[in-house]
């Protein structure tokens, strides 16, 4: 046992001494020597304290064990001092009686705690002195073992540290193995207070804090974040929001998955313990930034951050609300939204009601869904008219441009197909009129509209021409065209960008990236696709066969938005754009996928085509190039005056039809990527809305954009929530709802049923209207109910009607139809003994 009690003040004395007695070494002193105490406690009731180890080592425990002298107000009184100074006598003299010399630092404690006791009175003053030396024990022990005296000192200084020294009254006595516990919490107590008892005229030198303690920084700048709220997680590759955050101060929580650590050296190094690392970080290790980042990450492992960048809803389980409403980038929906094709097409098909004039307004081309439930049949219907109307256009545009002949005699299509064109057009523009409510208007069969595509095909697809006929000529064809065009432009506002070829682009509903796409020129091979693929789900839009082109080559325009609150809805929309080409030249004659597509992730796979040398090798521009370009073919002003408000239009419109579907979270932004397309007459047309826009540098475009706009994101959503006088950018404010004060939607009703009173359900009368008043119920003594009373009465009504019935037949009997009557009136009375009893039975369980 003394062996053991030996271990452990050898180690608190090597302890105190590699430490030099410095008022914070206790931090790891103390769970050092309390870890060591409780594993002999199991082994040992009581502990001897060998005094040859010296008395300040003894002095801590034996303190522990005597009883704890009340202290004055004024200081300590005679009594107290007096039994201290016997007791510090009593160690002195235990210690010349030891042939082992104590420890140096010890030693010289003791010497100049002799030198003090032979000039110091029994005065008042000179007890407060002695108290400081001896009383190892008070709330101050620690601060005392550390102190040398000081002639410099004084005494006034003394004096008023006493108080703060001496013990807690309150605590209690212990016994055997909480000995030395006890007194380990002493030194404990007195730790708090260690730094204001300390004289400033210590000898012992100030140590830096994170030489004994280099984990403390970290957890110092971890706690700081914490209560900032500055930490965050990003999930992907996100560079530049990564570096936007630590820039101002925040702290990032690493993942733990082996797709969050996207590098050799992040999984390398987030393997390790913290202490390894930290042995990395005092070796000037080559990847030490990167150990200070994966220490940080792992003081935050149980923390849940303010902040979270994703590329999926993952954070929303990651970051429960029912903890803290994080920073979420992303906006969860309960229907399709804008983000996807079907979304799109319900947008399209509602955003009449949601069109404010020089605010929201879609312009989306026609899309249908090829599903079950869909819009089969109004795909149909609107791919024959087209037809018929681009048949018209072709006669028109034909003889405008003289490609080729209208009529001749080698022509295999015969006059009655144009006809059946100008007929269908009439048909749809007494429609739109209203003319179809008085009047039936006969609709075309399928066989006719088939055999007029089979024509149709002939002639704008492969090039022949009408059949000569005597009493028509080509001058009438015109003119009956162009006469119903004219007509059709007021009903038919797609009229100009459908084109004559009738076009078709078959879309997966689900897909991105320009997957699973078709281009389509006849229903057979729409049905065909579909057949051929059952797992997928379709829509189908109209083509835009007449865009504007840049040296005859397509392009379309991504441009972004930010969605940073969803209540009240606030939308913003970047300043800049940029503008990707298709790889070839454009061409209706062929439909494949680099010349229609402008997808960057399509035309990556093809080489460029031989096309005008102004076009860039990586096909893209930003803003800037497009505005110059149109300056430069006169339109300088049309960007600020078209193209931009009508895309500020349309994406405003797009998220106003599908808001009631937003999820009204708090705390929820996102980013996403528009794609428009340009008409002829420069009306920007919104094809899809992404959202998981690509935001890395895959051409010197993207490479100087993309981070750009992540960085104005953050300029955003933290700085300038935060701070409503930061600057926010590129992005500008696109529109501000009004917010919602009821989020749920949901409907309940909650309550009682309400009593008829017996005297109201009697007085009840019917009118032409069906009205029925109901007067406020009252309280009624009894436990009548009214539907019993109410049952009760209807039972007896038909029992009575039973009853004159059989007297009725009673009185019509005669011999030829005796048997009949019997057998009914047996049928007769047994109902009525029926309803006899259901009447009681009735009565009996409502207790009237």
Same mark, same amino acid.
């Given at each position: 046992m003394e062996n053991d009690i030996k271990t452990i003040l050898e180690e608190l004395k090597r302890k105190l001494k590699d430490y030099k007695l410095h008022q914070d070494s206790y931090s790891d002193v103390i769970p050092t020597l309390e870890r060591m105490v409780k594993e002999h406690m199991t082994r040992y009731e009581q502990h001897a304290i060998p005094q040859e180890y010296g008395d300040e080592y003894a002095e801590i425990f034996i303190k522990a064990t005597e009883p704890e002298p009340e202290p004055t107000v004024s200081g300590v009184d005679d009594q107290q001092s007096k039994n201290l100074g016997d007791n510090k006598n009593n160690t002195i003299k235990s210690e010349g009686d030891k042939k082992q010399a104590p420890p140096n630092n010890v030693t010289s404690n003791n010497k100049s705690a002799n030198g003090d006791k032979k000039s110091i009175s029994k005065s008042s003053k000179v007890l407060s002195n002695k108290q400081t030396n001896?009383?190892?024990?008070?709330?101050?022990?620690?601060?005392?073992?550390?102190?040398?005296?000081?002639?410099?000192?004084?005494?006034?200084?003394?004096? @008023?540290?006493?108080?703060?020294?001496? #013990?807690? !009254?309150?605590?209690?006595?212990?016994?055997?193995?909480?000995?030395?516990?006890?007194?380990?919490?002493?030194?404990? /107590?007195?730790?708090?207070?260690?730094?204001?008892?300390?004289?400033?005229?210590?000898?012992?030198?100030?140590?830096?804090?994170?030489?004994?303690? #280099?984990?403390? !920084?970290?957890?110092?700048?971890?706690?700081?974040?914490? !209560?900032? !709220?500055?930490?965050?997680?990003?999930?992907?590759?996100?560079?530049?929001?990564?570096?936007?955050?630590? /820039?101002?101060?925040?702290?990032?929580? &690493?993942?733990? *998955?082996?797709?969050?650590?996207?590098?050799?050296?992040?999984?390398?190094?987030?393997?390790?313990?913290?202490?390894?690392?930290?042995d990395l970080i005092r070796q000037n290790h080559p990847e030490s930034n990167l150990c200070k980042r994966i220490i940080r990450s792992k003081l935050l492992i149980n923390h849940q951050v303010d902040?979270? =960048?994703?590329?999926?809803?993952?954070?929303?389980?990651?970051?429960?609300?029912?903890?803290?409403?994080? &920073?979420?980038? @992303?906006?969860?929906?309960?229907?399709?939204?804008?983000?996807?094709?079907? %979304?799109?097409?319900?947008?399209?098909? @509602?955003?009449?009601?949601? +069109?404010? #004039?020089?605010?929201? %307004?879609?312009?989306? #081309?026609?899309?249908?869904?090829?599903?079950?439930?869909?819009?089969?049949?109004?795909?149909? $219907?609107?791919? +024959?008219?087209?037809?018929?109307?681009?048949?018209?256009?072709?006669?028109?545009?034909?003889?405008?441009?003289?490609?080729?002949?209208?009529?001749?005699?080698? %022509?295999?299509?015969?006059?009655?197909?144009?006809?059946?064109?100008?007929?269908?057009?009439?048909?749809?523009?007494?429609?739109?009129?209203?003319?179809?409510?008085?009047?039936?208007?006969?609709?075309?069969?399928?066989?006719?509209?088939?055999?007029?595509?089979?024509?149709f095909y $002939?002639?704008?697809?492969? %090039?022949?021409?009408?059949?000569?006929?005597?009493?028509?000529?080509?001058?009438?064809?015109? /003119?009956?065209? *162009?006469?119903?065009?004219? @007509?059709?432009?007021?009903? =038919?506002?797609?009229?100009?960008?459908?084109?004559?070829?009738?076009?078709?682009?078959?879309?997966?509903?689900?897909?991105? /990236?320009?997957?699973?796409?078709?281009?389509?020129?006849?229903?057979?091979?729409?049905?065909?696709?579909?057949?051929?693929?059952?797992?997928?789900?379709?829509?189908?839009?109209?083509?835009?066969?007449r865009p504007l082109l840049i040296y005859n080559t397509k392009f379309d325009i991504r441009q972004w938005f930010l969605i940073s609150c969803a209540n009240p809805l606030t939308i913003w929309i970047y300043r800049q754009c940029y503008v990707r080409f298709s790889s070839q030249t454009y061409s209706l004659r062929k439909l494949h996928e680099s010349i229609h597509l402008t997808n960057n992730s399509i035309q990556c796979k093809y080489q460029n085509q031989t096309r005008d040398m102004n076009l860039p090798s990586f096909n893209m521009w930003d803003s800037v190039q497009f505005r110059n370009y149109l300056s430069d073919i006169g339109h300088p002003t049309v960007y600020n005056k078209i193209i931009f408000p009508g895309m500020k239009e349309c994406i405003t419109a797009a998220v106003l039809t599908h808001y009631e579907n937003m999820d009204q979270r708090q705390n929820s932004f996102e980013l996403y990527g528009a794609d428009f397309i340009l008409t002829e007459d420069f009306k920007p047309w919104l094809l899809e809305i992404n959202s998981n826009p690509a935001l890395y540098g895959s051409t010197p475009i993207t490479a100087r954009l993309c981070p750009r706009v992540l960085e104005d994101v953050i300029k955003v959503v933290v700085d300038f929530a935060r701070n409503k006088e930061s600057v926010t950018g590129g992005f500008e404010p696109l529109y501000k709802g009004t917010e919602t004060k009821c989020q749920n939607t949901e409907l309940k009703i909650a309550g009682k049923h309400m009593k008829i009173q017996d005297s109201e359900q009697n007085n009840i009368q019917g009118n032409e209207y069906n009205v029925v008043k109901v007067k406020s119920p009252q309280k009624k003594t009894g436990k009548v109910k009214d539907i019993g009373i109410s049952m009760k009465k209807t039972l007896e009504d038909l029992l009575n009607l039973i009853q004159s019935e059989r007297e009725r037949r009673e009185s019509?009997?005669?011999?030829?139809?005796? *048997?009949? *009557?019997?057998?009914?009136?047996?049928?007769?009375?047994?109902?009525?003994?029926?309803?006899?009893?259901?009447i009681g039975s009735f009565c009996e369980i409502i207790k009237i």
């Open positions: 001896n009383n190892n024990n008070n709330k101050d022990n620690c601060n005392a073992t550390k102190t040398v005296k000081n002639d410099k000192i004084k005494s006034e200084e003394i004096k @008023k540290s006493v108080p703060k020294m001496l #013990p807690d !009254k309150t605590r209690t006595q212990t016994k055997g193995p909480n000995k030395i516990l006890s007194a380990i919490d002493t030194v404990k /107590r007195s730790v708090t207070n260690s730094a204001q008892v300390r004289p400033k005229s210590s000898m012992w030198p100030t140590v830096d804090r994170n030489v004994y303690n #280099p984990l403390a !920084k970290y957890k110092d700048e971890v706690d700081a974040a914490i !209560k900032a !709220k500055k930490t965050f997680t990003v999930k992907g590759s996100f560079p530049a929001i990564r570096r936007a955050l630590l /820039r101002r101060g925040w702290i990032e929580k &690493l993942g733990t *998955t082996h797709r969050d650590l996207n590098t050799a050296d992040l999984r390398t190094y987030a393997s390790k313990a913290i202490v390894e690392l930290l902040f979270y =960048w994703g590329f999926n809803y993952h954070g929303f389980r990651e970051c429960p609300d029912k903890n803290k409403l994080t &920073l979420i980038n @992303k906006i969860r929906w309960y229907s399709p939204t804008y983000t996807s094709k079907q %979304g799109m097409c319900i947008s399209s098909q @509602k955003a009449f009601w949601f +069109n404010i #004039p020089g605010v929201a %307004g879609l312009n989306h #081309p026609r899309s249908y869904r090829l599903v079950k439930d869909g819009d089969v049949e109004d795909f149909v $219907k609107d791919f +024959n008219l087209t037809a018929a109307m681009s048949l018209l256009k072709w006669v028109q545009i034909t003889k405008e441009t003289g490609q080729c002949r209208i009529i001749s005699s080698s %022509g295999k299509v015969p006059i009655k197909i144009l006809d059946f064109a100008v007929n269908e057009c009439y048909k749809f523009i007494k429609k739109s009129v209203h003319e179809d409510i008085d009047h039936e208007i006969k609709e075309a069969v399928s066989l006719e509209w088939n055999e007029f595509l089979e024509y $002939k002639i704008v697809h492969i %090039g022949n021409h009408f059949k000569e006929e005597s009493c028509v000529t080509e001058k009438d064809l015109v /003119r009956r065209a *162009t006469f119903v065009l004219e @007509k059709l432009k007021e009903y =038919w506002p797609f009229l100009n960008m459908d084109g004559v070829m009738n076009i078709w682009i078959l879309k997966p509903a689900n897909s991105c /990236r320009g997957v699973g796409i078709h281009m389509c020129r006849t229903i057979k091979y729409v049905l065909d696709t579909l057949k051929n693929n059952p797992q997928r789900r379709y829509i189908i839009q109209k083509y835009i066969e019509l009997l005669d011999d030829e139809t005796q *048997t009949y *009557t019997e057998e009914y009136v047996d049928e007769v009375t047994e109902t009525e003994e029926i309803v006899s009893h259901d």
